[in-house]
T-cell receptor, first 116, second 115 residues
Framework: GAVVSQHPSWVICKSGTSVKIECRSL??????MFWYRQFPKQSLMLMAT?????????EQGVEKDKFLINHASLTLSTLTVTSAHPEDSSFYIC????????????FGSGTRLTVV | AQSVAQPEDQVNVAEGNPLTVKCTYS??????LFWYVQYPNRGLQFLLK??????LVKGSYGFEAEFNKSQTSFHLKKPSALVSDSALYFC?????????????FGAGTRLFVKA
C-alpha cells in the first residue's frame, strides 16, 4: 500500500504567522489527498480534498482562505494555515487514496500545531 | 441533519473475548460507512468500509462490521480481542446533502483490552 510522510510532526508558531504542513506520498502517485483536523479529545473533521493540478474541494464550513491547499504534483500536497491564531491549534492529518472511490486509506502520522 | 453516534466513550473487554464497538448514523439517502483506528500520537488507519453489496464487511486485523439499514447501524466487531487492539476507533459516514457530499466522524470510542 501507499506510504505517506507528513512533515513536520509538530510545530509551534506565533499568532499571525503562517505555517505550512507537507504531505508526501512516498511510493505512490496520488491524484487525490485528504486533509483532516482533530481537536483534543474530539473527533476528526474532514477539511478538504486536495486534487492534483486543480483546486481543492473544501468541506462545508471550512475557510478556504484560511487553510490554503496546494497539490502541485502527484506526490505532494501542502496545507498552509494562514495568519494562525490560538484557536487553530490542533492535530492535522493527511491521507492518500489510490483511486477514485470516496476516501483515503493511508494516513500520515499527523502534525500537532500549537499557536501561541 | 446528518449525524453519527458512537454511544460509548469507552469499551473494556478481556483479551480473547469478542468485542463490539457501536455506531449508529442518521443520513438522507444511501450512506458510505467507514471505520478507522487511531493509535496514540499517530494518524488513522483504515479498517473497513461499506459502500454497497454484502451487509457484512470484513476488514483489516480481523475486524468486521455489519451494515443494518433498518437499525441504521454499522457496529464494529471482532471475535477475539487482542491487547494490541487497544486504541481509539472512529466511525464515519459520507453522504450527500445540500451543497454536496459531507463526511462526518463519530466522537470516537476508546477500546481497552485487558490481558
Amino acid at each position: 500500500g501507499a506510504v505517506v510522510s507528513q512533515h513536520p510532526s509538530w510545530v509551534i508558531c506565533k499568532s499571525g504567522t503562517s505555517v505550512k504542513i507537507e504531505c508526501r506520498s512516498l511510493d505512490f502517485q496520488a491524484t487525490t489527498m485528504f486533509w483532516y483536523r482533530q481537536f483534543p479529545k474530539q473527533s476528526l473533521m474532514l477539511m478538504a480534498t486536495s486534487n492534483e493540478g486543480s483546486k481543492a474541494t473544501y468541506e462545508q464550513g471550512v475557510e478556504k482562505d484560511k487553510f490554503l491547499i496546494n497539490h502541485a504534483s502527484l506526490t505532494l500536497s501542502t496545507l498552509t494555515v494562514t495568519s494562525a491564531h490560538p484557536e487553530d491549534s490542533s492535530f492535522y492529518i493527511c491521507s492518500v487514496h489510490s483511486g477514485t472511490v470516496d476516501y483515503g486509506y493511508t494516513f500520515g502520522s499527523g502534525t500537532r500545531l500549537t499557536v501561541v | 441533519a446528518q449525524s453519527v453516534a458512537q454511544p460509548e466513550d469507552q469499551v473494556n473487554v478481556a483479551e480473547g473475548n469478542p468485542l463490539t464497538v457501536k455506531c449508529t448514523y442518521s443520513v438522507s439517502g444511501n450512506p458510505y460507512l467507514f471505520w478507522y483506528v487511531q493509535y496514540p500520537n499517530r494518524g488513522l488507519q483504515f479498517l473497513l468500509k461499506y459502500i454497497t453489496g454484502d451487509n457484512l464487511v470484513k476488514g483489516s486485523y480481523g475486524f468486521e462490521a455489519e451494515f443494518n439499514k433498518s437499525q441504521t447501524s454499522f457496529h464494529l466487531k471482532k471475535p477475539s480481542a487482542l491487547v494490541s487492539d487497544s486504541a481509539l476507533y472512529f466511525c464515519a459516514v459520507r453522504a450527500r446533502n445540500t451543497g454536496g457530499f459531507k463526511t462526518i466522524f463519530g466522537a470516537g470510542t476508546r477500546l481497552f483490552v485487558k490481558a
